[in-house]
């Protein structure tokens, strides 16, 4: 079973990138790794996803390693709107048809004006 | 707005009781998972379901139970009901439950055990 290890939180200015880490050990090679952000009183809510390499979408980048031992979240150009609690899954599929599936602790990400 | 929707908001009682907890998938989706978020602990993943059936299983204590009904909705029962259970509970939905689909969350049911 992966364990993930996030920082607790994170402070950035409004405009800056940021970028939040998850390590993921034990993570085999076709573990999919899912970022959600959540904002207090709300469910989280689906940022990216990603298997390798890079993704980008409209909102967000993920970089992953060749050893996919970790992943990286890039927010650019943070704006107040962005102060959240971001997590990493790890979805595994040990069998057929079963899942694991582990959240990092949450990132709190604080943008200040 | 998720799709997903979760009643009741806000449930409070005492310590022994036993609770049900209410989920609604988006339309379309066949697959519920339910999470257990309080403070210490942050997402704990408990159960999920496919077009009713167990398909994976966290770490869900044997006082919980779960089932989703053939109109697909699905319900959490937690019984016995102690202090350390008071936790926001959520309940996601996604099409299939593949390990890489999106899961969209309900607003969640704050527990409070007193």
């Known amino acids: 079973l992966a364990k993930t290890t996030q920082p607790i939180s994170m402070d950035s200015y409004e405009g800056q990138e940021v970028n939040i880490t998850c390590s993921h050990n034990n993570i085999a090679t076709n573990d999919y790794i899912t970022w959600y952000q959540q904002f207090p009183s709300q469910g989280p809510r689906f940022i990216i996803q990603?298997?390798?390499t890079k993704v980008t979408n409209e909102v967000a980048s993920l970089f992953i390693p060749a050893d996919r031992k970790s992943s990286t979240l890039s927010l650019p150009r943070v704006s107040l709107s962005d102060t959240a609690v971001y997590y990493c899954l790890v979805v595994q599929e040990p069998g057929a048809g079963s899942y694991q599936l582990t959240f990092g602790k949450g990132t709190k990400l604080s943008v200040i004006p | 707005d998720s799709g997903v929707t979760q009643t009741p908001k806000h449930l409070i009682t005492a310590t022994g009781q036993r609770v049900t907890l209410r989920c609604s998938p988006r339309s379309g989706d066949l697959s519920v998972y339910w999470y257990q978020q309080s403070l210490d602990q942050g997402l704990q993943f408990l159960i999920q379901y496919y077009n009713g059936e167990e398909r994976a299983k966290g770490n869900i204590l044997e006082r919980f139970s779960a089932q989703q009904f053939p109109d697909l909705h699905s319900e959490l029962n937690l019984s016995s009901l102690e202090l350390g259970d008071s936790a926001l509970y959520f309940c996601?939905?996604?099409?299939?439950?593949?390990?890489?689909?999106?899961?969209?969350f309900g607003p969640g049911t704050r527990l409070l055990v007193l």
């Open positions: 990603g298997y390798k």
């Open positions: 996601a939905s996604s099409v299939v439950g593949g390990a890489r689909e999106t899961q969209y």
